[in-house]
T-cell receptor, first 115, second 112 residues
Framework: ELKVEQNPLFLSMQEGKNYTIYCNYS?????LYWYRQDPGKSLESLFV?????AVKQEGRLMASLDTKARLSTLHITAAVHDLSATYFC???????????????FGQGTILTVHP | DAGITQSPRHKVTETGTPVTLRCHQT?????MYWYRQDPGHGLRLIHY???????DKGEVSDGYSVSRSKTEDFLLTLESATSSQTSVYFC???????????FGPGTRLLVL
C-alpha cells in the first residue's frame, strides 16, 4: 500500500524567508503532483513531476523529484503573504508495471506567511 | 479553469437517507474521480471511472457507489448516509491516467 507523508504539517514563515516542504512516499511511482488549496476552495494544480531529477519552477515555488530516495521537495523562496495556503503532494499508484489513475495524497502542509 | 461543476454545492441530510452527488464536465475527459477531504487525511479516493460504465474502487469505497452512463457525468451515491460520511467531496477529471487531475469546486455534505 502506498503511503505518502508530508512534513512539516504546519509551517509559519516570515515574509522574505526561504523554506522547504518535504514529501516522502513508500513505494515506486512514476509521477508526483503538487497542489495548492486556499481555505474553502478547490485544489489548484502547481506542478507535475514525471522523472527522476525533474525540477519545475513557477515564481517563488520550485519542486523537485528524487525517485531513488522517494522524495519530492517544494521550495519556497522569499515568501510573500499570497503564498499562504495548504499544499498537497500526491503520488500516482503504479503496480505491475502499469500506471493507474489513482492518486494517494499527503496530509497537506498548512503554510502561513506573516509580514 | 477546467469545465467541472458539482451539484449540489452544499447539502444537509439525515442519517439513513440516500444522497446522490453529481459531477459534470465539459472537457470530454475520459477519467473521472471522486475524493473526500477530511481534516488530517488529505484527500482520499473513493471511486474512479476510466470510461462510460467503467469504474473501479478507491481507498475508501465502502458505503459508496458510482455510476457513469455518459462521458460528462459521474454520480456518487451514498445509499444510506451515516455521520461518518460528513465531509467535503471533490470530483476530479483527467485526460489520461498519467495526466494532471483537475478538481471541481467541491460539495459540502453534513449528515445529522
Amino acid at each position: 500500500e502506498l503511503k505518502v507523508e508530508q512534513n512539516p504539517l504546519f509551517l509559519s514563515m516570515q515574509e522574505g524567508k526561504n523554506y522547504t516542504i518535504y514529501c516522502n512516499y513508500s513505494t515506486t511511482s512514476d509521477r508526483l503532483y503538487w497542489y495548492r488549496q486556499d481555505p474553502g476552495k478547490s485544489l489548484e494544480s502547481l506542478f507535475v513531476l514525471l522523472s527522476n531529477g525533474a525540477v519545475k519552477q513557477e515564481g517563488r515555488l520550485m519542486a523537485s523529484l528524487d525517485t531513488k530516495a522517494r522524495l519530492s521537495t517544494l521550495h519556497i523562496t522569499a515568501a510573500v503573504h499570497d503564498l499562504s495556503a495548504t499544499y498537497f503532494c500526491a503520488v500516482g499508484v503504479r503496480a505491475g508495471g502499469t500506471s493507474y489513475g489513482k492518486l494517494t495524497f499527503g496530509q497537506g502542509t498548512i503554510l502561513t506567511v506573516h509580514p | 479553469d477546467a469545465g467541472i461543476t458539482q451539484s449540489p454545492r452544499h447539502k444537509v441530510t439525515e442519517t439513513g437517507t440516500p444522497v446522490t452527488l453529481r459531477c459534470h464536465q465539459t472537457e470530454n475527459h475520459r477519467y473521472m474521480y471522486w475524493y473526500r477531504q477530511d481534516p488530517g487525511h488529505g484527500l482520499r479516493l473513493i471511486h474512479y471511472s476510466y470510461g462510460v460504465k467503467d469504474t473501479d474502487k478507491g481507498e475508501v469505497s465502502d458505503g459508496y457507489s458510482v455510476s457513469r452512463s455518459k462521458t460528462e457525468d459521474f454520480l456518487l451515491t451514498l445509499e444510506s448516509a451515516t455521520s461518518s460520511q460528513t465531509s467535503v467531496y471533490f470530483c476530479a477529471i483527467s485526460e489520461s491516467r498519467r495526466e494532471t487531475q483537475y478538481f471541481g469546486p467541491g460539495t459540502r455534505l453534513l449528515v445529522l
